[in-house]
């Protein structure tokens, strides 16, 4: 719980940096210059290595991961990834995950980064690359899998509770030690907890502002203008 707290601190720092930065009026420079500002973050984190707190929580490597994702947007925002790209990326992103998984995780320089932001950067491209061939193809659990992809966000904010809350029933049942039963409770009771949350809070509270934004719309609409 304390970890996804921290991820979470750090996102909003990132959030303080990129809306500093939404005022710059060229299309990229925005995005650009919050990549520079975090990378010079990071550098200067790694170069001085300071111990204080604060500035350790501002170096931190996790906020290169953001960079990443500013890439992956603008990689897919207008560029259709041909499949000839996107399952090499895919495979690769995966291969890298496994050999980490049977050789341990890469401790070296921007570990973090190199271990799990690049490999995981790599699934998504690839997937997200993969997106219009897979709305057009029919398999099984697919309502199901876009259903839970609807939900992500909703997943994504409530699984630091229900992971916590799972590993405590899990413990008082006794059965923390069956790591793939561990694994299994608490991947499902997020997804589940998120789902249930998208479906009960996060679309009826986004159906309601839609709602009140087209209702402005109309009155202003019917307003005769007074030229």
């Not at 890298?96 to 690049?118: D, E, K, P, S, T």
């Not at 939900?151 to 059965?175: C, D, E, G, N, Q």
Request: aromatic fraction near 14%.
């Amino acid at each position: 719980f304390e970890i996804t707290c921290c991820k979470c601190s750090i996102e909003f720092f990132f959030y303080l940096i990129f809306a500093s930065c939404l005022g710059f009026a060229m299309k990229w420079s925005g995005a650009i210059i919050c990549s520079v500002i975090i990378t010079a973050l990071f550098l200067a984190g790694q170069y001085y290595t300071p111990e204080n707190p604060t500035l350790r929580f501002i170096t931190n490597v996790l906020l290169l991961e953001f960079v990443l994702g500013i890439a992956a947007f603008y990689i897919l925002k207008n560029n259709n990834l041909p499949l000839i790209l996107s399952i090499p990326i895919l495979i690769a992103g995966i291969a890298l995950l496994v050999m980490q998984n049977q050789y341990g995780v890469w401790q070296g320089f921007a570990g973090r980064l190199v271990g799990g932001g690049i490999p995981m950067f790599m699934i998504f491209v690839g997937f997200v690359g993969m997106e219009r061939y897979i709305a057009s193809t029919n398999f099984i659990f697919k309502r199901e899998l876009l259903l839970s992809g609807d939900a992500s966000y909703s997943i994504y904010l409530i699984h630091a509770f229900t992971l916590s809350a799972s590993a405590m029933v899990l413990r008082k049942l006794h059965l923390e030690q069956i790591s793939a039963l561990f694994s299994i409770f608490l991947l499902a009771g997020s997804i589940i907890a998120g789902i249930m949350t998208f479906l009960f809070v996060e679309r009826p509270v986004n159906n309601y502002f839609k709602r009140r934004k087209m209702q402005r719309f109309t009155v202003d609409n019917s307003v005769p203008s007074k030229s």
